[in-house]
T-cell receptor, first 112, second 111 residues
Framework: EPEVTQTPSHQVTQMGQEVILRCVPI?????FYWYRQILGQKVEFLVS????????KSEIFDDQFSVERPDGSNFTLKIRSTKLEDSAMYFC??????????FGPGTRLTVT | QKEVEQNSGPLSVPEGAIASLNCTYS??????FFWYRQYSGKSPELIMF????GDKEDGRFTAQLNKASQYVSLLIRDSQPSDSATYLC???????????FGKGTRLSVIA
C-alpha cells in the first residue's frame, strides 16, 4: 500500500540554524500539506500546496518557513532560523483529488 | 476561527465494551468530519470520514453526525486493547482546505 514517507525521523538542531524536512507524498496525489504537533497539544495546520504553489497558510507559517517541491517526488519544509518553540513533530500529508489526507510518520524536530 | 472540542480523557473501557468518543464543533457551516487514531509518538491514521447527518458504519466503527447540535461521535464496538490510542476529530470544508483538529480523546481499553 502506498504511503507518505518523511526524512529524517528525528532532527536535532541548535537555535538559529536552518533545517529542511523532507517528504515524499503518495505518487498520484496532487495536494500536499504540512502540519505540526507540539508535545501534548493538537495537530496544527501550517501550509497547503497545490500545482507548485501555496494554496493556504496559517498564521504560524511566517517568513521563517518556506515550502518547495524541487522535483516530481519530494516536498520540503524549510525553517530558516529555528527557535526553541519550533520543537515539535512535523507531519507531511497528501491527498488525491478529493478529501482523504494521509499522513507520513513525522519528523521530530528538537531545537536546543 | 473554527474550533473543535474534545474531552481529553482518558476514557477507560473494559475489553469487549463499546467506547463512545465525542466531539463538538464551532462552525455551523461545517460539512464534513474525519476521525483519526494516533498512537503515542506516531502520526494520525485515518479511520473514518462522515459528511451526512446520521450514522456511518465501517467494521467495528460507527461515526455519527448531528449538524443541528454540531456534534460528531465515534463508537467503537467490541473494544480491544489495541484500540488504546488518542482519537482525533477533524473538521474539513472541501477541496484542499486544511483539517482543523481537536486535541483528541485518549482511550484506554482494559484487558
Amino acid at each position: 500500500e502506498p504511503e507518505v514517507t518523511q526524512t529524517p525521523s528525528h532532527q536535532v538542531t541548535q537555535m538559529g540554524q536552518e533545517v529542511i524536512l523532507r517528504c515524499v507524498p503518495i505518487s498520484n496525489h496532487l495536494y500536499f500539506y504540512w502540519y505540526r504537533q507540539i508535545l501534548g497539544q493538537k495537530v496544527e495546520f501550517l501550509v497547503s500546496f497545490y500545482n507548485n504553489e501555496i494554496s493556504e497558510k496559517s498564521e504560524i507559517f511566517d517568513d521563517q518557513f518556506s515550502v518547495e517541491r524541487p522535483d516530481g517526488s519530494n516536498f520540503t519544509l524549510k525553517i530558516r532560523s529555528t527557535k526553541l518553540e519550533d520543537s515539535a513533530m512535523y507531519f507531511c500529508a497528501s491527498s488525491a483529488e478529493i478529501y482523504e489526507q494521509y499522513f507520513g510518520p513525522g519528523t521530530r524536530l528538537t531545537v536546543t | 476561527q473554527k474550533e473543535v472540542e474534545q474531552n481529553s480523557g482518558p476514557l477507560s473501557v473494559p475489553e469487549g465494551a463499546i467506547a463512545s468518543l465525542n466531539c463538538t464543533y464551532s462552525d455551523r457551516g461545517s460539512q464534513s468530519f474525519f476521525w483519526y487514531r494516533q498512537y503515542s509518538g506516531k502520526s494520525p491514521e485515518l479511520i473514518m470520514f462522515i459528511y451526512s447527518n446520521g450514522d456511518k458504519e465501517d467494521g467495528r466503527f460507527t461515526a455519527q453526525l448531528n449538524k443541528a447540535s454540531q456534534y460528531v461521535s465515534l463508537l467503537i464496538r467490541d473494544s480491544q486493547p489495541s484500540d488504546s490510542a488518542t482519537y482525533l476529530c477533524a473538521d474539513w470544508n472541501s477541496g484542499n482546505t486544511p483539517l482543523v483538529f481537536g486535541k483528541g480523546t485518549r482511550l484506554s481499553v482494559i484487558a
